[in-house]
């Protein structure tokens, strides 16, 4: 059994040191006032007891409260008083190094919440430590200085949860659309050296790549691109070989027809695209950002974004080409092909591409494969997408979202009138836990209306922060994205205040735990037709907050289904900590992504997506739904199944298939989790291979790929869920 130290590092149990500490504090009381030998031990006793029926290792600060109500039980007052005021000595004591004994634990690695804190970090890496240590000085400095007090506490205690805190000291957004077309058609400047428009596809592509890597470098979430900004580069690379191939057959004096020097110029075209979706595909996986981690980026693929029908098929062709190595995949150190986490794929699901018949099935064939393999792409449905997604013009748009599934809100430029999305972002994101509120309550419904007002009213003023935090940036902060043509063109010196007004940017108003919500107040799971309108009732409140505080602010604030990774952990032993265990709400290590089903819950693929697909649309600041199903490789006309039932019923949905790989024995099926000594643990179920480093697992945990391992809470989600196909 283990115990969390303050610094994050891991350590054995050891009973004698709470007898200890409790003999200390008896020792300093008159006798009569004194324990017994045998109430030490049994105090001690008691603690150790309840640390290994508890579903988590608890920490210091967990296992001494346990010691300080143990002595208060037995009457032992001025014991108890002793205790108290030794742990306040020694919290005064530590104050001055908590800093410092994290970033020294990280250092060392032996920090397991922050080695597990992101599923796409590997801790041990110079890159990602320094990015850590300078996370743990910003979080510092956030905490003491910048933030409100009681938003530090509220955090703290996991009643919400402030994300990225170890960016909000620097003047840093959170996720964006990259207006490629501007960069590559107008020019960009990249680390001082000016980039000029490409005269070949394959060109693009590397640009492209510099660019995404330069983004993620300036910001700390997620960002996009779309394959429809590269797709005017196939034809001036058709023309420049065409004019190569013309010029070959004159040196040689060789007369060819039109047709033949059309299939030579197509052969060569289909290896230059070849070669720069390689380059996409290679550089995003082994790029290393100043965070030390792969871009976390979006490639989107949408036929209709095509301006005509040249483009259209020349997109088609990089579409192809780009789905056809996600399924090859990527070589891991052994030389064996593994699936890779980034870059991740959103394919639009259309008239002209979903059913057998139309010009790009096809490709829908060939997504499905990919998915089946590779778990990837994800589907968006452009008929549903239309119907949500309406601007002030009544007109509906399709677009991608930033990263794995933050939305913007449509919005109409007020000079040219036009709908826009490329260039635009998200300034940050504050989360609200409705287990909290619903716990806090006691399941009285008014007690719950005025505790969620008040958690509201919290994060409405931890998302001002934020945004105050980003007024008066300079535009020399970022060039790349504020000057060069990433988010913006601002002149230098300019600040980029203009874009957080008026719908330009969003802002996100995050919640998780509806499902664990809704089960204590109601008794039933939101599924429940009794309970729904219930869960419907608190997303509709949620968006009415985010509607009066745009109209308060002139920002866009958005609600926004959080995608829960080291954070579910952190709020479900929060839980654990405020109201003990409660059956079916807080005797998990996690709790459940924004409106999801329960991963427990037995419920089929068309189901879950029918009942999800009213909450997602709640969702307008970006949510993602999914389906977990067995391994669909010699079943590919099921996937497709649920890909046509995505493309009617709801805007943004994904599969979640396995894909792993023991280097040990060769085995390529589905590692398992299997629980030792109350931790968790990745086993090859072929040879009983459990080093992490010698195995290759790839999940889904919030709609990134993960594949550097989780918390232990996020890794009971994952051992949890039941398959929907």
Known sequence: MKIIKRNGSEVPFDIFRIANAIKKANAEVDEDERLKETQIMDISYDVMHRCEEALHALNVEEIQDMVENGIMERGAFQVAR??????????LKRKRNTTDDKILSLIECNNEDVKQENSNKNPTVNSVQRDYMAGEVSKDLANRILLPKDVVEANAEGIIHFHDADYYAQHMHNCDLVNLED???NGTVISGTTIDKPHSFSTACNIATQIIAQVASSQYGGQSISLTHLAPFVDVSRQRIRKKVEEEAEIMGVKVDDDTISRIVEDRLLD????????????VVTLMTTN???PFVTVFMYLNEARNEREKKDLAIIIEEMLRQRIQGVKNEAGEWITPAFPKLIYVLEEDNIRPGTPYFYLTELSAKCTAKRMVPDYISEKVMIKNKVDENGEGHCYTCMGCRSFLTP????VTKEPKYYGRFNQGVVTINLVDVALSSGRNIEEFWRIFDERLELCHR???ARHERLKGTLSDAAPILWQYGALARLKKGETIDKLLFGGYSTISLGYAGLYECVKYMTGKSHTDEEATPFALSIMEYMNAKCAAWRAEHNVAFSLYGTPLESTTYKFARALQKRFGIVPGITDKNYITNSYHVHVTEEIDAFTKLGFEAKFQKLSPGGAISY???PDMQDNIEAVIAVMQYIYDHIMYAELNTKSDYCQVCGYDGEIK?????????WECPKCGNRDQSKMNVARRTCGYIGTQYWNQGRTQEIKDRVLHL
């Open 82 to 91: 002793k205790y108290i005021t030794y742990r306040y000595i020694q919290n």
């Open 462 to 464: 931890a998302l001002v």
């Open 183 to 185: 960069m590559l058609q």
């Open 627 to 629: 389906v977990e199903v």
């Open 673 to 681: 989790i299997v629980e030792e000594d109350g931790k968790l643990i």
């Open 292 to 294: 030390g981690q792969a």
């Open 272 to 283: 230059e695209i070849k070669k720069g979706v390689q380059t996409i595909q290679y550089q």
């Open 411 to 414: 919005y109409v430029d007020p």
